[in-house]
């Protein structure tokens, strides 16, 4: 992934269920990642499967500040 600023941490974010008030499944999963170059980085997905579960994520990156860095 390259980005338009530094990242400081990555997080994967379950999308949550449609169908119910309270959703169980959904999580926040924060990664591991080292940088590879100017604005490129190496994201790790843990290994464990009862982590993250099967189904759609969406994938932030965050910058210094807290905010989402955006994408190259």
Do not use: C, I, W
Not at 25 to 43: I, K, M, N, S
Not at 60 to 65: K, R, V
């Amino acid at each position: 992934m390259t980005t338009d600023s530094v990242v400081t941490s990555f997080a994967l974010v379950r999308a949550g269920a449609a169908t119910h008030s309270t959703d169980n499944d959904q999580r926040r999963v924060p990664l591991t990642f080292h940088r590879t170059g100017t604005g490129a980085y190496e994201v790790t997905v843990p290994a464990d499967p009862g982590v993250a579960l099967p189904g759609t994520y969406f994938l932030f990156a965050l910058n210094a500040q807290g905010g989402p860095a955006k994408p190259r």
